[in-house]
């Protein structure tokens, strides 16, 4: 049976706690922006590196959390709805520019991803976002998007069918990078 039901019903949605730009480092654990979310979303490689203290990733990481695999970063300023589906670990990331997403029991993260790529989630992020000279989708706007949920057991199955797919087309885009290059 399929359910509709907000957003934030089906998982937490938040943002990182402040890095300021002093606190930027020639190496240690990666800090990304949205830039480089687009980036990883394209399949490409991160052209500008920029990176945190251990110390500071540790302390965050023990105060607040950090995102881990399966957590969905998703663009929210200028560049709306552009997803990267974390697929490593330490990093953090940018406050204000990036939503952070984490699925519950509700869902399961790939689904929560292609759900966020189709055009029912994207129009809504069209119709929701704010401002005029720059967009913005806020974290209030977000958890209020309705989706439409079939149960786990389906969501398995569906993304079965759509993730070989998607990995064909990700295979492919990094093969036309590579030309390019």
């Known amino acids: 049976m399929w359910q509709v039901m907000s957003l934030g019903d089906v998982c937490t949605i938040s943002s990182s706690k402040r890095i300021?730009?002093?606190?930027?480092?020639t190496e240690g654990i990666p800090f990304y922006r949205g830039k480089e979310i687009i980036e990883k979303h394209n399949g490409s490689t991160v052209s500008t590196e920029l990176f945190i203290s251990l110390e500071r990733y540790e302390e965050i990481k023990s105060k607040y959390d950090v995102p881990k695999k399966g957590d969905i970063l998703l663009s929210s300023?200028?560049?709306?709805?552009?997803l990267w589906l974390v697929n490593e670990d330490n990093f953090y990331f940018k406050d204000g520019n990036l939503t952070w997403l984490r699925s519950n029991e509700k869902i399961i993260p790939d689904y929560l991803y292609f759900?966020?790529?189709s055009d029912e989630a994207q129009n809504q992020i069209d119709s929701k976002c704010?401002?005029?000279t720059q967009k913005a989708l806020t974290i209030e706007a977000l958890k209020k998007f309705k989706i439409t949920l079939p149960n786990v057991e389906v969501q398995k199955k569906i993304v079965s069918m759509i993730k070989p797919i998607e990995l064909k087309i990700d295979i492919n885009r990094r093969i036309n990078n590579n030309l390019v290059a």
């Not at 300021?20 to 480092?25: L, R």
């Not at 300023?77 to 552009?82: A, D, I």
């Open 20 to 25: 300021f730009a002093k606190e930027y480092k």
């Open 77 to 82: 300023v200028g560049t709306l709805g552009v």
């Open 115 to 117: 759900w966020l790529t």
């Open 130 to 132: 704010i401002g005029s």
